[in-house]
C-alpha cells in the first residue's frame, strides 16, 4: 500500500471510533430532548451529530497524516495542521468563516500542546525500566541528615 492509502485506511478508521462516539453523544442528546419519537429520535432527531463526529475524527487523521507524509517529519506540527482542518469543519457547519478561523486556531493549538506535551505521558514516555529506575535514583538519592546544633 502507498502511503496515500494508508492515511484514507487510518482516517476511516478514526472517523468510525469517532462516529460509535458520536452515537453515545446523539443517544445523550436524545435522552434529554422531549418528543414522541422514541429511540429513533437517536438517528432522525440528533444523527446529525454522528457526523460531525465522524468527520471531525476522519479529516484530523488525515490532515495530520499527509501532513506527515508530505513533511517527512514526525512532530507536533502534523497534529497542528490536523486539528486545524478539524476545526474549520466546525466553522463549515456553522457557515462563519470567522469560526473557521477561530475553530482552525483551537483545534490546531490544543492539538500542537497536546503532542508536544508527550500525549500526556510526558517525561516517561519511550523510556525503559532500567532508565525509569536511574532516574527515581537520581531523584530520590540519600542525602546526609542534617545535624541539629
Known amino acids: 500500500m502507498t502511503a496515500n492509502k494508508d492515511c484514507i485506511v487510518e482516517a476511516g478508521k478514526t472517523a468510525g471510533i469517532a462516529g460509535g462516539l458520536g452515537l453515545v ?13 422514541g429511540a429513533k429520535g437517536v438517528f432522525t432527531r440528533t444523527g446529525g ?11 484530523f487523521t488525515l490532515g495530520e497524516c499527509m501532513a506527515k507524509d508530505m513533511r517527512e517529519k514526525d512532530d507536533p506540527i502534523n497534529a497542528a495542521i490536523g486539528g486545524c482542518a478539524a476545526g474549520m469543519l466546525a466553522g463549515i457547519k456553522t457557515g462563519s468563516f470567522p469560526k473557521m478561523l477561530a475553530g482552525c486556531a483551537a483545534v490546531g493549538a490544543t492539538m500542537y500542546a497536546y503532542e508536544s506535551a508527550g500525549q500526556l505521558k510526558g517525561a516517561w514516555a519511550g523510556k525503559s525500566r532500567e532508565e525509569k529506575k536511574e532516574y527515581e535514583k537520581a531523584f530520590f538519592k540519600d542525602t546526609p541528615a542534617k545535624e541539629e546544633a
Open 49 to 59: 451529530t454522528i457526523g460531525f463526529f465522524a468527520a471531525m475524527g476522519g479529516i
Open 25 to 37: 453523544v446523539s443517544a445523550m442528546q436524545n435522552t434529554v430532548q422531549k418528543h414522541t419519537e
